[in-house]
């Protein structure tokens, strides 16, 4: 049997709940892949600022670099809200995405049918969505320099000027349009790449260099589309995208707008792939669920655990090869849904109700 090795990071309040609750879910889907999971737990975030005075160590960062994949539950709360910026929990994902190179973020936002009434959308615009966001991660406006604020003129005609710059170059375009290229090939084979081409040079840049990759992949169809349109797309038409590829920038505002469109907080998994390629031949990545570690319900078993089980399935496809295994803990999550079981926070009739550990323990059973 193949080994991987796995560190996982629970975090701070619902994160350690989930992600022990979804660790023995990937142990076993692994496991019938032909595949062993070596894990690993360390401290990352508020727990980490606890025991070293620090959200992230040098040494779980060294841990984290030698790994297949991390897996991470959530980091902050009230306790560290008061600490300056530069050290807060939060501070730990930045050191974890520049550490492993993670210039990949994959947002997937699928309805399932169990759920449709969760979404603030009409059911029959959302029905039958099954899209994924690849946004850039490492580059554009974020991190494009010139930036910053400066003052400029003199006497009643002085001012200041805040300015950032929008910046990528060919091998960054290359290397996140065939993350979107190879995600297609196990999906519906369809790229939309979004961009503002009509305003940008950067976009027009973008454009240029994504129809190249796609020559590598004439299995897959590329449409480009400008982002006002592809908002605007994506409320009224949604089923018709399969993976969208963006900048750092629509990205960041898209994938959160493909999030709502499914409805549901605690259902949400992401992937962020680094640079390297691991044992497997795969990216290494980070897996963790988008919701944040809810201190509000944090101890009470109400977390719902299945954005960090479905960010499992996502390990399992993007750091291990096992597509198999993912779309088995996929269907599983929509089959026990199916069955009428919830979480607190999906609501659920009484006596189909149940707490993180149960939820978990169902699907562990089917899988
Ligand atoms: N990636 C991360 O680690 C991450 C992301 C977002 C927020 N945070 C941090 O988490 C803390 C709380 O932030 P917030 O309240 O804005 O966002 P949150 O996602 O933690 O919670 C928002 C709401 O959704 C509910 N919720 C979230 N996940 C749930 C789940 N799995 N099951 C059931 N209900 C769930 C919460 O109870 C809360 O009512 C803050 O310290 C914030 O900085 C961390």
């Given amino acids: 049997m193949k080994r991987a090795k796995i560190l996982v990071l629970p975090g701070d309040g619902i994160g350690p709940e989930v992600v022990r609750a979804t660790l023995p879910i990937l142990e076993k889907v692994a496991s019938a892949g032909g595949i062993r999971c070596d894990v690993t737990e360390a401290l990352a975030g508020g727990c980490s600022i606890d025991q070293h005075g620090i959200p992230l160590t040098d040494e779980v960062l060294r841990q984290a670099k030698k790994v297949d994949a991390v897996m991470l ?8 809200d008061q600490l300056p910026h530069e050290t ?66 003199s006497g009643d005609k002085m001012e200041k000027k805040g300015y950032n710059t929008e910046v990528y170059q060919t091998s960054e375009i290359v290397r996140i349009a065939r993350v979107a290229f190879e995600a ?20 027009i840049l973008w454009r240029e260099v994504v129809a190249g990759v796609a020559k590598d992949y004439p299995d897959v169809q590329l449409e480009n589309m400008y982002v006002d349109n592809c908002a605007m797309q994506l409320v009224r038409n949604p089923r018709q995208f399969d993976v969208i590829v ?3 920038l629509f990205g960041d505002i898209l994938s959160d707008e493909a999030a709502m469109l499914t409805g549901s907080i605690g259902m949400l998994p992401s992937a962020s792939l680094g640079i ?21 319900i944090t101890g009470k078993g109400l977390a719902n655990p299945l954005a960090t089980i479905l960010s499992a ?6 750091s291990l090869g096992l597509e198999a295994g993912a779309q088995r803990i996929e269907a599983v999550v929509s089959q026990v ?31």
């Avoid at 539950?73 to 560290?80: D, E, K, M, Q």
């Avoid at 449709?116 to 554009?140: C, F, N, P, Q």
């Avoid at 199916?338 to 059973?365: F, H, I, N, P």
């Fill in 313 to 318: 399935a996502m390990l399992l496809r993007y």
């Fill in 276 to 296: 390297k390629k691991n044992r497997f031949g795969c990216a290494q990545g980070m897996y963790e669920p988008v919701h944040g570690s809810a201190p509000d």
């Fill in 337 to 367: 849904l199916a069955q009428g079981y919830r979480t607190a926070d999906l609501g659920g009739a009484e006596g189909q109700r149940l707490s993180t550990d149960e939820m978990a323990k169902r699907v562990l059973e089917a899988v």
């Fill in 246 to 248: 963006t900048t750092n």
């Fill in 73 to 80: 539950g959530a980091v902050g709360g009230p306790a560290w």
């Fill in 184 to 203: 297609a090939r196990l999906r519906k084979k369809k790229v939309t790449s979004v961009d503002k081409a009509n305003i940008l040079e950067s976009s």
């Fill in 88 to 153: 807060r929990p939060e501070r730990a994902l930045l050191g974890l995405r520049s550490g492993l190179k993670l210039f990949a973020n994959l947002r997937p936002a699928q309805i399932i049918p169990a759920l449709l009434a969760a979404s603030t959308l009409k059911a029959e615009v959302v029905e039958g969505i099954d899209l994924l966001v690849v946004r850039e991660l490492t580059g554009g406006i974020y991190f494009g320099k010139p930036r910053g604020v400066k003052t400029i003129g």
